[in-house]
């Protein structure tokens, strides 16, 4: 058994004495289906970016049952400091991005969920509290997602059509929940660098996966673990040079860009000097089309024939 996996959800017995059958279903479940890479991308552009914040400012603190004014200052840093700071450099730039808000986090600002729309960037799903879906029951899961699309819906005028799962904690239950609900896209899972169709046990679902990767995330490269003494620390300037040869790969291949950032992690000084360089850097590269996660979505599912 793994972390991510209820105890329910292992079958029986030791793993390697699994018949065929239980180790093909449990692969099979949630699979990549058909590559969704477009012929072209919209302005004649050679690649496709997408860049994304995840607000989630307090709510992993509190998720975790870690509520002293201590932790939760550093969330409240992102939310006070630096997603003004980031929605200033995306203006400067004139690049649209994608926020993925937990239901919480929104509800304790509300002004920034206006603030993103006001600005013309998407607004998606990233749980209510930045709960653990694999812990959760479907019916929790399904009550937990759909409170928050209504709750993103109400602040910032607009249902979200895009879910990325908090943590990436994409569970078994997790793909019908998003067609359930009707969700164009998510943006939890790693099978591919290009946009790929879903599949659930071997059938197409019509659900785009615009894909993620730790490496294209700055949490991996700057977060830390205060008392159990973990530094994985790099310096902004190794992991500017990791993200322009992740972009230059995808500009070589016609593809896509897609990254991940959170404003408590990214939006300190010595930080978004990567993000302002790394724009610069894609910039000069030529016709770029810089979009959110949804007119990416948009645009890989028509091109890609499925409507
Ligand atoms: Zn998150």
């Given at each position: 058994?793994?972390?991510?996996?209820?105890?329910?959800?292992?079958?029986?017995?030791?793993?390697?004495?699994?018949?065929?059958?239980?180790?093909?279903?449990?692969?099979?479940?949630?699979?990549?289906?058909?590559?969704?890479?477009?012929?072209?991308?919209?302005?004649?552009?050679?690649?496709?970016?997408?860049?994304?914040?995840?607000?989630?400012?307090?709510?992993?603190?509190?998720?975790?049952?870690?509520?002293?004014?201590?932790?939760?200052?550093?969330?409240?840093?992102?939310?006070?400091?630096?997603?003004?700071?980031?929605?200033?450099?995306?203006?400067?730039h004139?690049?649209?991005?994608?926020?993925?808000?937990?239901?919480?986090?929104?509800?304790?600002?509300?002004?920034?969920?206006?603030?993103?729309?006001?600005?013309?960037?998407?607004?998606?799903?990233?749980?209510?509290?930045?709960?653990?879906?694999?812990?959760?029951?479907?019916?929790?899961?399904?009550?937990?997602?759909?409170?928050?699309?209504?709750?993103?819906?109400?602040?910032?005028?607009?249902?979200?059509?895009?879910?990325?799962?908090?943590?990436?904690?994409?569970?078994?239950?997790?793909?019908?929940?998003?067609?359930?609900?009707?969700?164009?896209?998510?943006?939890?899972?790693?099978?591919?660098?290009?946009?790929?169709?879903?599949?659930?046990?071997?059938?197409?679902?019509?659900?785009?996966?615009?894909?993620?990767?730790?490496?294209?995330?700055?949490?991996?490269?700057?977060?830390?673990?205060?008392?159990?003494?973990?530094?994985?620390?790099?310096?902004?300037?190794?992991?500017?040079?990791?993200?322009?040869?992740?972009?230059?790969?995808?500009?070589?291949?016609?593809?896509?860009?897609?990254?991940?950032?959170?404003?408590?992690?990214?939006?300190?000084?010595?930080?978004?000097?990567?993000?302002?360089?790394?724009l610069r850097h894609i910039t000069a590269s030529?016709?770029v089309?810089?979009?959110?996660?949804?007119?990416?979505?948009?645009?890989?599912?028509?091109?890609?024939?499925?409507?």
């Amino acid at each position: 058994m793994t972390s991510e996996q209820r105890p329910s959800e292992v079958p029986g017995g030791e793993p390697w004495q699994w018949p065929e059958r239980v180790w093909r279903d449990l692969v099979g479940r949630v699979r990549a289906g058909r590559d969704l890479t477009p012929a072209s991308w919209p302005g004649g552009a050679r690649v496709a970016v997408a860049i994304s914040f995840d607000s989630d400012h307090e709510t992993p603190a509190l998720r975790d049952g870690h509520t002293t004014p201590g932790v939760l200052a550093a969330g409240e840093y992102g939310a006070r400091v630096a997603v003004p700071r980031i929605l200033r450099l995306l203006d400067e730039h004139g690049v649209p991005a994608s926020f993925f808000v937990p239901a919480v986090s929104a509800l304790l600002h509300p002004g920034e969920i206006a603030d993103y729309a006001a600005a013309g960037h998407e607004v998606g799903v990233h749980g209510w509290i930045h709960e653990r879906n694999t812990l959760l029951s479907r019916a929790d899961e399904r009550d937990l997602t759909l409170r928050s699309l209504d709750t993103l819906e109400r602040l910032s005028g607009r249902r979200p059509v895009g879910i990325r799962t908090p943590s990436w904690d994409f569970s078994p239950d997790t793909l019908s929940v998003v067609r359930e609900l009707g969700f164009l896209y998510d943006s939890s899972l790693m099978a591919a660098d290009e946009p790929y169709e879903l599949l659930e046990d071997g059938e197409p679902t019509g659900v785009v996966e615009l894909p993620v990767e730790w490496i294209r995330d700055d949490a991996p490269y700057f977060a830390m673990v205060r008392y159990a003494g973990l530094r994985p620390y790099t310096p902004p300037r190794e992991v500017l040079r990791v993200w322009q040869d992740e972009f230059d790969g995808a500009l070589r291949d016609g593809g896509l860009f897609q990254l991940t950032l959170h404003p408590s992690i990214s939006g300190h000084r010595s930080r978004i000097w990567l993000l302002a360089e790394l724009l610069r850097h894609i910039t000069a590269s030529g016709p770029v089309w810089f979009a959110t996660h949804e007119q990416i979505a948009r645009h890989v599912r028509t091109e890609g024939g499925l409507g």
